[in-house]
């Protein structure tokens, strides 16, 4: 099918759900426009929320109703989402509330609305805290089976979706698991040593499946790997691609402290393993211009992160 943004599948797999789940109510915090919940708002009106701009009276009231047996999906953009951490601590994680956080136009893909609308840092408070499932999907069909397994699972989850759209990037007939990093392209031929195994997560994942292609029609031995979820992390993966890479490469739409990079490193240096881990990702604030300019301002490109696989490598 087409490119389509994560957060438009969210809002179409919502619909879905709603239709056999009685006890799915949504929240918006005045953004079911942005968020994609406008659908589910104008078809189950009794089971939607209006809560203005006001996050944490949203996060307050959706503690509640998931103590009272609803399954409440809070939606806003990131940012302002992860601004209310504080009450996500005690109201979701704290009690392992049955609560569902959506933060939608996450990093510099959003473009030209510029660093007060980009979430950046969100990764990095929601993996701080303890009992909170984080998740990324890459495409449609992986959101679509994420957004599924999320509404299903008892306790806090969050997923962080794109504004921009997602080429698909997985097959027909493709399973998504929770904490598993699945390759997406690898060399036909297993070579003995991977000249890089690249990490990616959310908006970069495509352009780091081109990366790996580039480098493979010059000769180089580079595979392509997604981790759609963030917490819990799949470091077992992580270990097997350290055993037979002379560099991992994690690319992130987000700050590189806290993110995916610090999760790959993480992994790697607990099970005291030696292979370099290079974090390609944001180590400042954003900037207002189109996703395709600060792709490539900040090195989320596929020529960019072709570099990061080979630079100063012996």
């Known amino acids: 099918m087409g490119a ?3 957060r438009e599948s969210f809002g179409e797999t919502l619909l879905e759900i709603a239709e056999t789940n009685p006890n ?15 659908a589910f708002m104008k078809k189950h009106p009794n089971r939607h929320f209006e809560m203005g701009i006001a996050e944490q ?9 998931a103590l009272s047996g609803k399954i409440p999906v809070l939606a806003s953009f990131a940012c302002f989402l992860i601004g209310r951490v504080e009450s996500i601590r005690v109201a979701a994680a704290y009690n392992r509330t049955n609560m569902k956080l959506v933060g939608t136009h996450a990093g510099i893909g959003i473009g030209e609305d510029g660093t007060s609308q980009m979430g950046l840092e969100d990764v990095a408070a929601m993996r701080a805290l303890p009992h909170m499932t984080i998740l990324q999907p890459a495409d449609h069909c992986e959101t679509q089976q994420a957004v599924r397994w999320l509404i299903e699972h008892k306790g806090p989850v969050y997923i962080r979706l794109t504004r921009q759209k997602m080429p698909d990037v997985h097959a027909a007939g493709y399973q998504w698991r929770p904490n598993k990093i699945d390759v997406l392209w690898e060399p036909a031929k297993k070579p003995a040593k991977y000249q890089a195994t690249i990490i990616a997560s959310g908006g970069p994942v495509p352009h780091a499946i081109e990366a790996a292609k580039l480098l493979g029609a010059k000769g180089f031995a580079v595979r392509a790997a997604n981790a759609s979820t963030l917490l819990p992390f799949d470091g077992e993966s992580v270990a097997e691609f350290a055993s037979d890479s002379q560099r991992i490469v994690a690319v992130e739409d987000h700050n590189v402290h806290g993110g995916l990079g610090s999760a790959t490193c993480e992994a790697v240096a607990e099970r005291g393993l030696s292979c ?11 900037e207002s211009a189109t996703p395709e300019q600060l792709y490539e301002k900040y090195g989320l490109t596929a020529p960019s992160i072709a570099e990061a696989c080979l630079k100063n490598l012996a």
């Open 276 to 286: 370099p881990v290079v974090r390609v990702g944001l180590r400042s604030f954003g």
């Open 24 to 38: 799915l109510v949504v929240l918006d915090a005045d953004l079911s426009k942005s968020t994609m919940t406008q």
């Open 57 to 65: 009276n949203m996060i307050g009231a959706a503690a509640g109703l």
């Open 4 to 6: 389509k943004a994560t």
